[in-house]
């Protein structure tokens, strides 16, 4: 009887060091985002990027596992929640993740300006251009239950980015990045998205992760 208390007292002990949520972090699937309403989009592949940009920033997280869905063919977005949770399912996955561009734009301003010269002829001056870029991109987002078809939640990030110089003026607008090019991340339009993924990753994150 002795025995069968101290087994008893050392299971308690040993539940007692375990994690109080030790569930394993939900499933989000990604498919590519629609980017229909922009403007120079550059083609349907700035979504399925888009997409997976977010993933890698989904990946830096350790209370989400995100898994990116490639759509069937002649299937475009956007998607239905229906069709979303149809996708889920066949995917194995909590949630789907239906992302919207609502904004990928970009401004330039050239600047003259004019310094003068001490020391020189009087009235002389030294002059250049600088030229500053400025992109901002918007992203409307919404979960959807694999399981049910049902929306948990929507919600909207914003981002932008200013760069002064030559290089501001290359890759600027949202369908002239990829993923695998390192020059497109140092441009005010791939800071931006950076910065959009971030804030998306971590939105999903607290809506998905039940307390």
Known sequence: MMRSSRIVLAIVLVAGTLPLNAADPPTIGIVPFDVSTVEGKGG???GRVLGTLVRVE???NKQIRPQVIELPAGVRPPLTPQRAAELGKSAGVDLILLGTVLEASSSRNNNRASTSRLGG???SSVGGSVTRTTAKISLHA???ESATGRSVDTFEVEASNTDTGVGADLWSTLGNFN??????QKTPMGKALREA????????AKRAVKP
């Open 121 to 123: 002829i009087i009235g």
């Open 197 to 204: 993924a971030q804030k998306l990753t971590t939105e999903v």
């Open 44 to 46: 349907a592949d700035s």
């Open 179 to 184: 993923l695998g090019d390192d020059g497109w």
């Open 58 to 60: 989904m990946l830096k």
């Open 142 to 144: 919404e979960l959807v």
